[in-house]
């Protein structure tokens, strides 16, 4: 019986893994992981009571959801989430300051001018990597349904 247990699991993840367009994330590993192990967790537990092994893999699932998005928190989320921020406050010098602790990298975004009937901003990114900065300028324009999209 448990070797039908262990084979159903590695089919179910041979399957996901076909299912998922960016199976190599860290997000999509760790929910694939930690959800098969707490539903053979569950299963074992409750002596094959489905409810709970699907409850168990659904636990799983979204603990690993959580924990995928801590581990996907590079630089660019970081700075991504601070370019947001200070783009909303529509002044021209606004800026504002990231850092990743993990990597120990930091920068500074500042709103340089607008153009285009202010729906576009003309930034620039001052990225710091060990102590070395190096500056960028892209720009950012509002799309209709008020997101920002950043053009390079």
């Not at 690993?64 to 998005?69: I, K, Q, R, V, W």
């Not at 010098?93 to 120990?104: I, V």
């Amino acid at each position: 019986m448990k070797g039908k247990i262990i084979l159903i699991l590695f089919s179910l993840i041979f399957i996901c893994s076909c299912a998922q367009n960016n199976f190599t994330s860290k997000k999509n590993l760790t929910q694939l992981t930690l959800s098969s192990a707490t539903g053979y967790l569950a299963y074992q537990w409750s002596d094959a009571d489905i409810f709970t092994t699907i409850a168990g893999s659904s636990i799983g699932y979204l603990m690993g959801s959580y924990l995928g998005e801590f581990l996907e928190q590079n630089d660019y989320y970081y700075y991504q989430k601070e370019l947001i921020n200070t783009l909303n406050l529509n002044e021209i010098g606004s800026s504002g300051y990231w850092n990743n602790n993990k990597s120990g990298n930091e920068g500074v975004i500042i709103v340089k001018n607008y153009f285009q009937v202010p729906e576009c901003r003309l930034i620039e990114h001052i990225y710091v990597v060990k102590k070395n900065p190096k500056k960028y300028f892209d720009t950012a324009c509002r799309s209709e349904n008020g997101s920002w999209n950043v053009i390079r």
